[in-house]
């Protein structure tokens, strides 16, 4: 047996210090994860965590240039903390939850915002507002041994150097922990698949030409400039 066609390329993000290779199954990331950036999208309440997901191939991984793209004149950043899985299943009890992540990174959800309005108002999905080509960039994946389970400490984004998003890991409504654990209520989670676990408030519009620089604290730097 053979392929019809050449098989696509494995999608793979660095692990830091060394040549390491995390190969990805799948990207999932949770709406509305911090109460301010909730408020600044209509919510004001503490909701349970909601999901969606883009292809694995929207990954950049690594950042540097991004094309700005197509149908949007509204495109906006959202950094976030990225959980990468080592272990899975479904049901997970969050008190074990942590015990399948292999480490973190920095990443950002790039959103066409006005096409994510237009599919809201008219109840459809949010497929091609999330999840368009090179719609999330993700820095090199820090392990467990290294970082540790960060909880707390800021998570930032500026744009051009001027900042955007400030804000603090413990300002997350669902922990690490419970996001997992939610999310294997779903579907069944496996090694190789990572978690964008939300953004603070400060979203805002970016152009061409723009430079965005994002961070978490102790996980490092990502540097995307959009062309």
């Known amino acids: 047996m053979s ?31 911090y109460a301010d950036h909730a408020a600044e999208m209509g919510a004001d309440t503490r909701e349970p965590p909601f999901f969606f997901s883009k292809p694995a191939d929207a990954l950049v991984p690594g950042g540097g240039d991004v094309a700005y793209p197509t149908l949007t004149g ?3 950043h959202e950094v976030e903390l990225v959980v990468a899985l080592a272990a899975g299943g479904a049901g997970i009890p969050a008190a074990r939850a942590l015990d399948c ?15 994510q309005q237009v599919a809201k108002d008219k109840g459809h999905p949010w497929d091609m507002a999330k999840g368009f080509d090179q719609s999330a960039p993700i820095g090199t994946i820090h392990p467990v041994a290294a970082v540790g389970h960060p909880a707390r400490g800021a998570i930032w984004l500026t744009v051009n150097g001027q900042a955007r998003q400030t804000g603090d890991l413990e300002q997350m409504a669902w922990k690490v922990g419970e996001v997992i654990a939610n999310l294997s209520t779903y579907v069944a989670l496996a090694p190789g698949d990572l978690i964008f676990t939300g953004t603070p408030a400060g979203v805002s519009t970016v152009l061409r030409g723009d430079l965005l620089v994002a961070g978490v604290a102790g996980v490092g730097e990502l540097t995307v400039r959009l062309v």
Do not use: S
């Open 101 to 115: 992540v292999y480490g973190y990174a920095v990443g950002v959800d790039l959103t066409r915002r006005d096409l």
């Open 3 to 33: 392929y019809v066609i050449p098989p696509p390329a494995r999608i793979a993000v660095q692990v830091a210090e060394g040549n390491d290779l995390f190969p990805v199954r799948r990207v999932y990331c949770v709406g509305r994860n």
């Open 74 to 76: 509204k495109l906006q």
